[in-house]
């Protein structure tokens, strides 16, 4: 998909997660840059989302995610479903999307092991890179 259109569908896509006045739709990097700014507030993130047993991250982009760059990388905790329960088990989801929820500059994920976090968060993926996907997540 081109960056046009990955800018078209996560426009379309923002009702679904709802990016609004409410909850900016930012990039992964700029909150890296600046955590304090966003401490606290509800933000819609657009980055890589990796969803499965044990691993609820959004990344800066593929390339981090590939190379496991957890500097690079915001744990989520889901609002609807776990990182921890059966249903994350079966559910291996990746590519490119937006993690709505609210920002914890000192949050550091799992095991401390990432930079930051964002709390009660839901996802979209608007791309999907793992080709075994049935369908995009939506909880």
Same mark, same amino acid.
């Given at each position: 998909?081109?960056?046009?259109?990955?800018?078209?569908?996560?426009?379309?896509?923002?009702?679904?997660?709802?990016?609004? +006045?409410?909850?900016? !739709?930012?990039?992964?990097?700029?909150?890296?840059?600046?955590?304090?700014?966003?401490?606290?507030?509800?933000?819609?993130?657009?980055?890589?989302?990796?969803?499965?047993?044990?691993?609820? &991250?959004?990344? &800066?982009?593929?390339?981090?995610?590939?190379?496991?760059? @957890?500097?690079?990388?915001?744990?989520?905790?889901? +609002?609807? @479903?776990?990182?921890?329960?059966?249903?994350?088990?079966?559910?291996?989801?990746?590519?490119?999307?937006?993690?709505?929820?609210?920002?914890?500059?000192?949050? +550091?994920? !799992?095991?401390?092991?990432?930079? &930051?976090?964002?709390?009660?968060?839901?996802?979209?993926?608007?791309?999907?890179?793992?080709?075994?996907?049935?369908?995009?997540?939506?909880?």
């Amino acid at each position: 998909m081109s960056r046009k259109g990955y800018l078209s569908a996560l426009m379309f896509l923002g009702a679904c997660v709802a990016p609004t +006045k409410n909850a900016p !739709l930012v990039g992964l990097d700029e909150l890296l840059r600046d955590p304090s700014k966003f401490d606290g507030r509800l933000v819609s993130v657009a980055g890589y989302v990796s969803y499965e047993f044990e691993n609820c &991250v959004l990344w &800066v982009d593929q390339g981090a995610f590939e190379r496991e760059e @957890v500097e690079l990388a915001a744990w989520f905790w889901p +609002k609807t @479903v776990s990182c921890f329960g059966a249903e994350s088990h079966n559910a291996r989801q990746e590519g490119r999307g937006i993690v709505t929820g609210k920002f914890d500059a000192s949050g +550091k994920g !799992l095991m401390d092991l990432f930079p &930051v976090s964002i709390n009660d968060a839901n996802f979209v993926l608007v791309e999907a890179s793992n080709p075994r996907m049935e369908r995009t997540r939506e909880p």
